[in-house]
Structures are given as C-alpha cells and as structure tokens.
C-alpha cells in the first residue's frame, strides 16, 4: 500500500450547545475587531450576544449573502472589511455565508471562524468559488479554510426539510466523490464511508422529524467528515456539473446534487468495482447498485430528483454539457461532450439509474 495523505490544520468543535463556545475561540485567535455574516435569525442572535462580550469589538453585521457569492456581493463586503478594519471573520449560516466569508479572507488574509448551520462541508476546505459573467470560478488557497470550526446541531432544527434533504446530498457527494478523485487515498475513503453510512442513517429519520436532535447530530457529523473528504481530495466530474448548473443557470447547488450524484456514479461505476463495493457496502445497496440506492435515499428523503424539477429548460442541456465538458480535468472514465449530454439527459427525465453489469464497459 503506497499514499500521500496532507492532513488540513484547523481546530473543530462539535456538539449541542457549542456556539456558546464563540467568544473563547475569537480571543483564542487575538480577534479585536470582528466582522459577523449572518444570514439567519440564530446568526443574528449569535452576532448580538458576541457584541454583549468583552475583549474584542463586533464592527459589523453583514446579513447579505448569496449563493454562488456574485463577485459584485464580494466586491462590497470585502469594501466593508476594509473600511471597518475588521481582522477576524465569524461567519454563521450556509455556504453561502462561508462561501461570502472565504471571499473576503482571499483578499483580505484575515482568519475565519465558521458556525455552519447546513450541511455544505465546504468550512473543511481551502476551495473557494465566486461567480461573474454566468460563470463560477473555483480555486484553492489555504488562506481560505477557517481557523477555526463550531458544529452546533442545535442551530440546524430549524432547517426547513426542503433545504435539510438536498444540503445532505450536497455532502453525501463530498464523500463520494473523494473515493476517485485527484488525491484519493484509503484515509479519506474510511472517512468519506463513515460520513455516507451516517448520511444514510439519517437523513431519512430527520425528513421524517425534523425535532430529531441526535439525527441532525448525525447528519452535521457526516457533513463535517465529507467536507474532510472534499478538503484532502479535489471535485471531479459530478461537482463540475453542479457548478455548471448553478453559476451558468443559478439552479440551487444543493438540489442539483441530489439529481445528478446517482448519474454521476452510474457513469462511472464500470471502471471503479473497488471503490463502489465500497460505497455499496456503506449505502447497503446490492451489488452493482450503488447509483440505484443514491438514487432510491432521494425518493425516500423527498429531494429533488430530476432537472426538471429544478426548472431547467430541455434547451439548456446542450448549452450545459458544453461548458461541463470545458470544466472538466480529470475523471476516472474518459469521456466526451455527448457522454456528458447523454448523463444531463438522464437527470433531466429523473429515472432511477439502472444496474450496471460487472464486466460490462458502458451503461
């Protein structure tokens, strides 16, 4: 067994309760002047509790956030740091609100703490993303990643099921996805299990009641673990699309996860029999049927399943596939504009991806 495995530095606390924690950790990292995004209501209650706290100054509470962070939100926001000399970042939300956050530490070098309050994973990671001209462009940089990450389950009872299922399949990918992509390697892949096998458990029991503390436990768990997965590997084929979709035609980048991931795997699946026993084994799906049971956990979580549930236009998908196509690096199985066309058309019609045969090299 031969593997590089870069661990990412970053303290994480987790548990209910734990957003009580977030005046330690800003005099923890020297924070004198600090800059809160907040987007929800809880964040607010938190940014003003922090105000109420001693050693430091809350100069600012930002509650504009956007996904896919438009560069002209980032343009404005990283004004605003600038102008009230902020030199910490707390943000508190999404990943939009992480997302806004890593905009502004990408220009600013400024550290952030992340109080995330779904399931994005992307607090774990040093990718950032901001969109411009239809497009989003993703880069790396570790002046991105937080210092520091608080996981409270707490703040997450009130998601609503309609952002709850589809934020899980965002994570759910993480983990996925890091099996094969650039940088894989066996660490990361029993993470990555464990975070699906916890998803899996999960997420139906807290579509189900969303009051389910020990559930959403679970779930921000597994979240936490597929954005390890994301931090240590790299985005791949699925992710790419999801990008596509959500910076070219503003789909909502949970729910475009939750429609592709199954096609994704399914096109994948022929050159990959290792890693999908794996994923089969954490999903309890039969053999060869791991893109059936991602598929079969979004019918049964009520998550978007088809694009045409998203409002995408047949018309879009050639537009899609290209751009797609261009974005793409690497991926496990070669492919074409027309494989990629022909796995849109799929998620487009939104049926559950078949079995695929051992030994056979096409779906």
Not at 171 to 181: G, K
Not at 289 to 301: I, K
Not at 317 to 330: F, K, M, N, S
């Amino acid at each position: 067994m031969e593997f590089v495995y870069e661990a990412l530095p970053q303290r994480v606390l987790f548990g209910a309760g734990r957003r009580h924690s977030l005046a330690d950790e800003v005099r923890r990292l020297s924070g004198s002047r600090v800059f809160v995004i907040a987007d929800t209501a809880d964040g607010r209650e938190i940014g003003k509790a922090l105000a109420d706290e001693p050693g430091f100054e809350v100069v600012a509470m930002w509650h504009e956030v956007i996904q896919h962070v438009p560069d002209s939100l980032a343009d404005r926001a990283r004004q605003a740091v600038a102008e009230d000399d902020a030199d910490l970042v707390v943000s508190i939300g999404g990943g939009s609100a992480t997302g806004l956050a890593k905009a502004i530490a990408l220009t600013h070098a400024i550290p952030i703490i992340a109080i995330p309050t779904t399931y994005a994973g992307s607090e774990q990671t040093t990718v950032y993303g901001i969109t411009g001209d239809r497009h989003k462009q993703t880069g790396k940089n570790p002046v991105v990643q937080p210092k520091t990450v608080i996981y409270d389950p707490e703040l997450t009872l009130g998601l609503p099921s309609r952002v709850t299922g589809p934020s899980a399949f965002n994570a759910l990918a993480h983990s996925v996805e890091a099996l094969y992509a650039p940088g894989a390697n066996p660490v990361i892949s029993a993470l990555g299990m464990q975070a699906v096998s916890a998803i899996q458990r999960a997420l139906p029991t807290v579509m189900a009641d969303p009051t389910d503390l020990d559930g959403r436990a679970d779930l921000l768990y597994g979240a936490y673990l597929s954005g390890m997965a994301l931090g240590a590997t790299a985005t791949g084929l699925h992710h790419k699309i999801c990008h596509v979709l959500g910076g070219t035609f503003n789909l909502v980048h949970a729910d475009a996860h939750s429609v592709i991931l199954p096609h994704a795997v399914r096109f994948n699946a022929p050159v990959l029999p290792a890693e999908m026993a794996m994923l089969e084994h954490a999903l309890h799906a039969g053999p060869g049927d791991a893109a059936g049971a991602l598929w079969d956990l979004a019918v049964a979580s009520n998550v978007p399943t088809s694009l045409v549930q998203l409002g995408l236009a047949f018309d879009d998908l050639g537009e899609a596939a290209a751009r797609a196509t261009a974005e793409i690096q690497v991926n496990p199985r070669p492919f074409t504009k027309s494989d990629i066309l022909s796995l849109l058309v799929r998620a487009f019609a939104g049926d559950r991806p078949c079995l695929v045969e051992p030994g056979r090299s096409r779906p």
